[in-house]
């Protein structure tokens, strides 16, 4: 119930505009977000790579009706992308990259030709991207462009959902040689029609797509926080004879950051999302939805004078 009232709240610019004016305790956001500029987003890959972690850097922003916002986002990223080859961050830092923000909801071929410059910049700068994968009406549309990017960039990385009925078959299809492929829980507030509603059939259903996954030829990128998924996770590349730097862990800025750390020091990879900007109204109430234990903490600090 509560997960659905806060998801519902992510999509209302009413609730947006009185939780962005609010004087939102700092410590908040940035406990999920590194921080605003393209310098915040830096700092954190490298403090995470002195960790001994891989990261993925995304520029906060979705749902764009606006071009020149969209290549905005684009421009952005051109530039961090520039930035990490500059700095000799490329080889343990790549981006993710939400196509809603590039415009797909006004014209998905403009998304796909700046998603495009995007992959392009990324291989000069010899690192990867990965699209996000958004609410299941934007599916098979993401899954589209993500076939014509990888026909240029064949190591751009798909995310599937384990709470969408069809993703078992998705991962199926997409575990390839080469094909790198983040499996998550999903984030979205989905119809009973498309996905599970229950926690323990989406759990199930993760297993499920773990074990397509790892017995394909491509390489899994298992993101979730959850202790019992990252067990199986680890069982399953025994299992299927895969060594450690044939899959890879991923978890998101300022969560378990202790688990992320242990399993580095075990030697599996370990990849860390960092969301960096000012647009981060979605991603946060994404995370609060997942966690309602931190909603009482985020409701005091709404009210706060500090
Ligand atoms: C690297 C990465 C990329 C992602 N990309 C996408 C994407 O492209 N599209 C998409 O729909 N979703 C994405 N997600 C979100 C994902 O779908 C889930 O919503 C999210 O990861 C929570 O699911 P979980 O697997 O961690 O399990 P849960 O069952 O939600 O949590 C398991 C345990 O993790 C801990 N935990 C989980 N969330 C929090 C939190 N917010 N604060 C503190 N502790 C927490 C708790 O201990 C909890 O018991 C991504 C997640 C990760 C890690």
């Given at each position: 119930?509560?997960?659905?009232?806060?998801?519902a709240?992510?999509?209302s610019?009413k609730?947006e505009?009185?939780?962005?004016?609010?004087?939102l305790?700092?410590s908040?956001?940035?406990r999920?977000?590194?921080g605003?500029?393209?310098?915040d987003a830096l700092?954190a890959?490298r403090?995470l790579?002195?960790?001994g972690?891989?990261?993925?850097l995304?520029y906060?922003?979705e749902?764009t009706l606006?071009m020149?916002?969209?290549?905005?986002?684009r421009?952005?990223?051109l530039?961090l992308?520039?930035?990490?080859?500059e700095?000799?961050?490329?080889?343990?830092?790549e981006v993710s990259v939400?196509?809603?923000?590039l415009g797909?909801d006004?014209d998905p071929?403009?998304?796909?030709?700046?998603a495009?410059?995007?992959?392009e910049?990324?291989?000069?700068a010899e690192?990867?991207?990965?699209?996000?994968?958004e609410?299941h009406?934007r599916?098979?549309?993401?899954l589209e462009?993500?076939?014509?990017l990888?026909?240029n960039f064949p190591d751009?990385?798909?995310?599937l959902?384990?709470y969408?009925?069809?993703?078992e078959?998705d991962?199926?299809d997409?575990s390839?040689?080469?094909?790198?492929?983040?499996l998550?829980k999903?984030a979205?507030?989905?119809?009973e029609?498309v996905?599970?509603?229950g926690?323990?059939?989406?759990d199930?259903?993760?297993?499920?797509c773990?074990?397509?996954l790892m017995a394909?030829?491509?390489?899994?990128m298992l993101a979730?926080h959850d202790?019992?998924?990252?067990?199986?996770g680890?069982?399953r590349a025994?299992w299927f004879?895969?060594?450690?730097?044939?899959?890879?862990?991923?978890?998101?800025?300022?969560i378990?950051?202790?688990?992320?750390l242990r399993l580095?020091a075990?030697?599996y990879?370990?990849?860390?999302?960092?969301?960096?900007?000012d647009?981060?109204?979605?991603?946060?109430?994404?995370r609060?939805a997942e966690?309602p234990a931190?909603v009482?903490?985020?409701?005091?600090s709404?009210?706060?004078r500090?």
């Amino acid at each position: 119930m509560l997960r659905s009232a806060i998801l519902a709240a992510a999509r209302s610019s009413k609730i947006e505009r009185l939780v962005g004016t609010a004087p939102l305790s700092r410590s908040v956001v940035r406990r999920y977000v590194a921080g605003e500029t393209t310098a915040d987003a830096l700092a954190a890959a490298r403090a995470l790579a002195a960790d001994g972690l891989l990261s993925t850097l995304d520029y906060l922003g979705e749902d764009t009706l606006d071009m020149a916002q969209a290549e905005f986002t684009r421009d952005e990223y051109l530039r961090l992308l520039q930035a990490l080859k500059e700095e000799g961050l490329a080889e343990t830092t790549e981006v993710s990259v939400k196509l809603s923000a590039l415009g797909q909801d006004i014209d998905p071929e403009a998304a796909y030709r700046h998603a495009s410059e995007i992959c392009e910049s990324a291989a000069k700068a010899e690192t990867t991207v990965t699209v996000d994968m958004e609410d299941h009406t934007r599916t098979d549309s993401t899954l589209e462009i993500l076939g014509r990017l990888r026909a240029n960039f064949p190591d751009t990385g798909a995310v599937l959902q384990s709470y969408l009925r069809r993703t078992e078959d998705d991962c199926k299809d997409l575990s390839k040689e080469g094909s790198r492929v983040r499996l998550c829980k999903g984030a979205y507030k989905e119809p009973e029609s498309v996905a599970y509603q229950g926690k323990l059939d989406v759990d199930r259903s993760y297993v499920r797509c773990i074990n397509a996954l790892m017995a394909g030829e491509g390489y899994p990128m298992l993101a979730t926080h959850d202790p019992r998924l990252v067990e199986i996770g680890i069982d399953r590349a025994k299992w299927f004879d895969r060594d450690k730097d044939s899959f890879e862990f991923q978890m998101l800025y300022g969560i378990r950051p202790e688990e992320q750390l242990r399993l580095a020091a075990e030697g599996y990879r370990v990849r860390c999302y960092v969301p960096y900007g000012d647009q981060w109204y979605g991603y946060l109430m994404r995370r609060l939805a997942e966690r309602p234990a931190n909603v009482s903490f985020f409701a005091r600090s709404l009210v706060s004078r500090k």
